[in-house]
């Protein structure tokens, strides 16, 4: 009975998690996608850790990156499940929320 008590800042138990990551990993996104000044419009997997990004175009600066438990960023942004199977080495691109996504290699990866 103990994975059903909810700990406030804890991550809430998923029926079914579809990404290749637990939901409690952390992931990084920026500042101004928490605060709601900016949208998810960039999504990368890594192809050497498996790890995240949920960000915008650009290079962000340093100071805005946050990590971020992966489940938490999923309640901002459900349309985000979409991406799950996102292979490693590549990127999901969208031009705004609610838009379809693209997805490709990413060239970040190929240097």
Not at 9 to 19: C, E, N, T
Not at 62 to 67: G, P, T
Not at 103 to 111: I, Q, S, V, Y
Request: aromatic share 6%; charged share 25%.
């Amino acid at each position: 009975m103990l994975n059903q008590i909810q700990i406030a800042g804890l991550p809430k138990p998923m029926d079914s998690w579809p990404f290749d990551q637990s939901p409690d990993c952390a992931v990084i996104t920026l500042r101004q996608i928490l605060d709601g000044t900016a949208a998810i419009l960039e999504v990368s997997h890594d192809s050497d850790d498996h790890g995240w990004q949920f960000m915008t175009p650009g290079d962000p600066k340093e100071e805005d990156l946050v990590l971020i438990c992966f489940s938490h960023l999923i309640e901002l942004d459900s349309s985000l499940l979409e991406l799950a199977q996102l292979e490693p080495g590549w990127i999901a691109t969208r031009v705004s929320p609610g838009k379809p996504w693209r997805c490709e290699p990413n060239p970040d990866e190929a240097r």
